[in-house]
């Protein structure tokens, strides 16, 4: 797996998987063209996710309304976040962030690139990778993701394992199912005869 060559060693790692029966290829296709809206559980639990942060600027000056435009998708609603780190197409991707993902306003560290990712190493601080793997499977497909982070210092890895178990991994594992559901019904919607 790709993942394994972006992040070999890791502290935290969650997978989920999903057959779905469709081709492998609408599989994929159906997963790149997934919308932010296709999973509003992630909506939900980011709008929570935000609430400290809004609560810090009430009384402030209100960042300025995002003009409305057409759906973005999933990959893209991501990229502000988290940068391409590898790439198969048709089989798997792979993107990572850094950060501080404990912390009430979650800040990410931007990055360039795979490069800035790979050299990361600023003390306090988080890196992850995630990544989206199709491969055939006697029934159509395996649509498999995992997440993989790794601490840049001990004591990082020590404050991040309580929120990581408790709200991380449940949380972020409900919005991960949710987003593999949502793909399987774009692949079944573009390919509703598959195996019949």
């Known amino acids: ?67 409305r435009s057409a759906p973005r998708t999933l990959r893209e609603a991501m990229a502000g976040t988290f940068v391409p780190l590898a790439e198969l197409p048709g089989r798997e991707t792979v993107s990572g962030a850094a950060g501080q993902w404990w912390k009430p306003a979650a800040p990410f560290v931007r990055l360039a690139g795979p490069e800035e990712f790979h050299s990361f190493r600023t003390p306090g601080h988080l890196r992850a990778a995630v990544n989206l793997r199709v491969t ?13 982070v790794v601490a840049v210092d001990p004591r990082t890895r020590r404050v991040f394992a309580p929120y990581w178990y408790l709200l991380a991994r ?17 692949a079944l919607a573009a390919e509703p005869a598959f195996g019949a």
């Not at 055939?136 to 993989?148: C, D, F, K, S, V």
């Open 136 to 148: 055939p499977h006697p029934r159509g497909a395996l649509l498999h993701t995992e997440t993989r």
């Open 170 to 186: 449940p949380f972020g594992g409900l919005i991960r199912r949710a987003a593999l559901r949502a793909v399987a019904r774009r």
């Open 1 to 67: 797996m790709l993942i394994d060559e972006v992040l070999g060693r890791w502290d935290f790692r969650e997978v989920h998987t999903l057959v779905v029966p469709a081709p492998p290829q609408t599989v994929w296709e159906a997963a790149q063209a997934l919308e932010a809206g296709d999973v509003p559980v992630a909506r939900i639990l980011m709008a929570v996710r935000s609430l400290p942060g809004l609560a810090r600027r009430r009384g402030g000056p209100r960042p300025a309304p995002r003009p």
